[in-house]
């Protein structure tokens, strides 16, 4: 026998079944939506992968001058090598910071500073590294870049996920692609690289907000089986967005015009506001069903879906209330602050091991534009196997099971010598099951947070949890700088964190059926009773159930 709070499991179970039999669960307006929030991840990847193109590892040494111009590159390095090793300058790039003093006449000649550099352009014509002279004492200010556009990303998580939780979904999202699309446009004309790393910011800003409404918009208007699916084939552009950057960038070997390219390819998707519809879901919670009445009748129509309209939702109207919750209420509910503790401490780390293993893979080959394209272009069978997954097994089974396997292959590869096999065959296998195991994990628990979190917090939420992602993230290069200390350290620590990982989602409620739409929706511990082993007769045990069996 079971007991709850029966008024408010209905108000929370209308809502979806108004909206299924309404405008159904999957139909040409939620495929529409859904096709055009994933291409919105194609500028997503761009922005946040483009500075392996703009400042790409180079080969650098001290400019000719005077006489010395008319003779070759290789002779004008073997003439200033210092003897002294020491000034030889180890890192992204890799070059002389000091040339042989050349001029002096004396015995012991030393070395002098390089004022300026020549750069290998055998590969790119221009980077802002070869432009703006961002090697030795000035290479810092990439990594800078880096971290400021993370920041910039984060802070776009949570202040645009905030707006799209008051002004709306659709509203946010064409603001923010626009202008994260004029900054892309406006940065191929920086003239310095501060100026260029404070459009990269306030381009960040925009990209961080489209990312986290793109995603809370396929979860909204999609429903049943859906809902596990739609959400996590959104996230498969992203890789296809990186292997087309890789292209982008092989043709055109100029950080400008590249950025100038995927600032105007951007720009077109302002017009899908055309096409994309404020969130009925949302527009319900907020007590504004007028609007929702005209949105769910042209979705019908389109659907093909003859079902009458006002008249389920006059018990809705009736029962339903306003809500205006602000971030504060994401921790008044003793439930919500455990789910929010442990979701905020695993994306914190899910952006150290994502990063810092992306950056790893970086190191495998030679080939950059090769090795992007094909590291990219690896995760799609791991998106494709995620839906397989998580509609079979649940979401928790299928994140913790994949962040096991990116652990196992990432201490496993230790285990093999780099150099010792050819191609490094166990190292290269290893990698890429990592590699699926972190495109598993990845859109498996955009969907789970984004599922956890109530309606009228759900962009908060899932922005609060991108915000932590891109805190951990400024914290990979860390990571991998530890190869200096020593070879084994950096996989060590991704293949602990991950573990870690694993162990604080096993904390967090499976998702059952229906999303909950306002904090009071939310409670209990999140204890998850099982009958006879079998998943689909589990129960949720909460503060307000008594479970006799």
């Not at 293993?357 to 069978?381: C, D, M």
Request: hydrophobic fraction near 45%; charge should be positive.
């Amino acid at each position: 026998m079971i007991m709850n709070s029966d008024h408010e499991q209905e108000h929370k179970l209308s809502k979806d079944n108004i909206l299924t039999t309404t405008i159904g669960d999957f139909g040409k307006w939620q495929l529409k939506i859904s096709i055009l929030m994933a291409l919105v991840k194609f500028p997503i990847a761009w922005f946040q992968m483009s500075i392996v193109f703009l400042a790409p590892p180079l080969t650098f040494w001290c400019q000719k001058w005077g006489s010395f111009e008319n003779i070759t590159d290789a002779e004008w390095r073997d003439l200033i090598r210092p003897d002294d090793e020491s000034s030889k300058h180890i890192g992204i790039n890799t070059g002389y910071c000091h040339m042989k003093n050349i001029v002096s006449n004396e015995t012991s000649k030393g070395t002098v500073q390089c004022l300026h550099y020549s750069y290998d352009k055998s590969m790119f014509s221009s980077t802002i590294t070869s432009e703006w002279d961002l090697v030795c004492e000035r290479q810092k200010l990439i990594d800078l870049s880096q971290i400021t556009l993370m920041m910039g990303v984060l802070l776009g998580n949570i202040i645009f996920g905030i707006l799209a939780d008051k002004k709306g979904r659709q509203k946010i999202l064409i603001i923010c692609l626009f202008f994260q699309a004029f900054f892309c446009f406006t940065a191929s004309f920086a003239t310095s690289i501060w100026l260029f790393i404070l459009i990269r910011f306030c381009l960040a800003l925009a990209n961080g907000g489209t990312m986290v409404t793109s995603f809370v918009i396929c979860i909204e208007v999609v429903g049943g089986k859906w809902r596990t699916i739609v959400p996590v084939l959104y996230q498969i552009p992203f890789g296809i967005g990186n292997a087309l950057l890789s292209g982008f960038a092989f043709y055109l070997r100029d950080w400008r015009s590249l950025h100038m390219l995927i600032g105007s390819l951007s720009m077109l998707y302002v017009a899908i506001y055309r096409f994309v519809p404020e969130s009925p879901r949302w527009l319900l919670t907020v007590g504004r069903q007028e609007e929702a009445i005209v949105v769910m009748t042209n979705a019908a129509k389109e659907n093909g879906v003859k079902a009458s309209i006002e008249e389920p939702l006059k018990t809705l109207i009736n029962t339903s209330r306003s809500s205006n919750n602000t971030l504060k209420d994401m921790f008044s509910n003793a439930a919500l602050r455990v789910r929010c503790l442990l979701l905020f401490l695993s994306w914190s780390l899910a952006g150290v091991t994502f990063y810092a293993f992306l950056q790893y893979v970086g190191h495998i080959s030679q080939n950059l534009f090769l090795t992007v394209a094909l590291g990219s272009l690896s995760s799609l069978p791991g998106t494709i196997i995620c839906v397989f997954l998580i509609s079979r097994y649940g979401r928790k089974p299928t994140i913790i099971s994949s962040f096991l396997v990116t652990a196992l292959c990432s201490l496993l590869i230790l285990s093999f010598p780099k150099g010792f096999y050819i191609l490094d065959w166990p190292r290269v296998a290893l990698t890429g099951l990592a590699t699926i195991g972190l495109s598993i994990s990845i859109p498996a628990m955009y969907l789970f947070t984004g599922e956890l979190f109530p309606t009228t917090l759900r962009n908060s939420g899932v922005g609060m949890s991108m915000m932590f992602s891109r805190l951990g993230s400024m914290v990979a290069p860390l990571v991998v700088s530890l190869q200096d200390t020593a070879g084994f350290l950096p996989l060590l620590v991704i293949g602990g964190v991950t573990l870690l990982q694993a162990a604080l989602v096993a904390f967090l409620p499976e998702v059952r059926e229906g999303l909950p739409d306002t904090v009071q929706d939310v409670k209990g511990g999140g204890i998850v009773m099982e009958r006879n082993g079998c998943n689909k007769e589990s129960t949720r045990v909460t503060a307000d159930d008594i479970i006799v069996y």
